[in-house]
Structure formats: C-alpha cells, structure tokens
C-alpha cells in the first residue's frame, strides 16, 4: 500500500546493505540531491528518507504503475522522480539539519517484498553565518573601539583648550581691573630705643 514505510518504520531498519554503487549524493545550487537508481523490473516500490539515528522520516516516494506519490514530512525535502532514477532534494539546508541520512528501499511488487534496503549517509553542513557573523561581530567591535578612541581624544582637545581659555580670561581681566597689583609690604620697624 500507498503508507507501508511510512505508516510503520521498516522492521530491518538497522541492517545495512550495499545499495547499487550508482547511489550519488551531488551538491547543486546550494541543494544536497540524493539520487538513488530505481530497482529494475519492478513495478511498485517505494522509497524513504530518514534523519538520524532516531530515523526521523522526512520524505518518501511511493511509486506503482500508474502513478507517483510524493509526501514530505519537512519543508526542506522535496523529491523528483524519473524512469531510472529518484532524487531527493533536501534544500536550504542549515547546520542543524547536519546529520546522517538513510535511504531505504522497500520493493511490492512483483514479489518477493522486500522489506527494506538501507543505506547511510553522513551529511555535514557548514554554517553559513560563520563566516559573516564573526566579520560582522569583528566589525562592531572595531567600530566601538574606534568611537572611544575618537571620544577620549575629543574629551582631551576640548579640555586643553578650555583650560587656555580660562587662563586667557583670567590673565586680561587682572590686567583690566580697576586695581593694581601691589607688592607684599613688610610691616614698619619700631624704632630700637
């Protein structure tokens, strides 16, 4: 039937078989594209992605004589079918979604069924931030840095200056007073007797 992967997991799911060796995993336009052959002289099988050591489903492919039914658990698995091949198109892929993949092939008909053919794939994902969020970061920092130089060296000029201005202000007005300076007297001697 059309949910026998997904409506329960494979019952062999953590046996491992080689898979044909045309199996290829492709990095296009910032899409990882998983193609899989599809089993010669068969007319009814279906194929599954999982994530994870949990084995998360996160698209299947169900696919007998007259049609093709896709079905996508998550936003970023789509899955593109053709006469020899199914691709499964996982896209805009961020770090989180680094992990390993398994693909499982499960074969109705003719018989005998065979219940389900894995193969793992470690997927690593590189974060696209980390190279524009550490600049950014060193940015901000470089920026602040110089916003304080600029401010303490503005802070020191306005300081300077003031002070000449005060000593010029106080150096005319005594001279503009209206009193003179006078000179210390020394208090007048009494005559020794």
């Known amino acids: 039937?059309?949910?026998?992967?997904?409506?329960?997991?494979?019952?062999?799911?953590?046996?491992?078989?080689?898979?044909?060796?045309?199996?290829?995993?492709?990095?296009?336009?910032?899409?990882?594209?998983?193609?899989?052959?599809?089993?010669?002289?068969?007319?009814?099988?279906?194929?599954?992605?999982?994530?994870?050591?949990e084995k998360k489903e996160i698209c299947t492919l169900h696919l007998n004589e007259e049609n093709v039914f896709p079905k996508s658990n998550v936003t970023y698995c789509e899955t593109?079918?053709?006469?020899?091949?199914?691709?499964?198109?996982?896209?805009?892929?961020?770090?989180?979604?680094?992990?390993?993949?398994?693909?499982?092939?499960?074969?109705?008909?003719p018989p005998p069924y065979i219940d389900c053919r894995l193969k793992e794939i470690c997927l690593y994902i590189p974060d696209k931030e980390d190279c524009f969020s550490l600049g950014q970061e060193s940015w901000v920092i470089i920026g602040l840095i110089m916003v304080s130089l600029i401010s303490c060296v503005c802070c020191v000029v306005v300081c300077c200056l003031r002070n000449k201005i005060q000593k010029c202000d106080s150096n005319s007005h005594e001279y503009n007073s209206e009193y003179m300076p006078m000179a210390a007297v020394n208090a007048a001697k009494k005559p020794r007797i």
């Open 1 to 53: 039937g059309v949910e026998s992967c997904s409506s329960k997991p494979c019952k062999n799911i953590d046996q491992l078989y080689n898979l044909d060796p045309q199996a290829m995993v492709e990095f296009e336009n910032g899409n990882f594209n998983f193609t899989f052959p599809n089993p010669q002289n068969v007319s009814e099988f279906s194929m599954t992605l999982f994530k994870g050591k």
């Open 80 to 109: 593109k079918n053709s006469n020899t091949s199914t691709t499964f198109i996982l896209k805009n892929l961020e770090r989180k979604h680094m992990d390993i993949y398994i693909y499982c092939l499960e074969v109705f008909f």
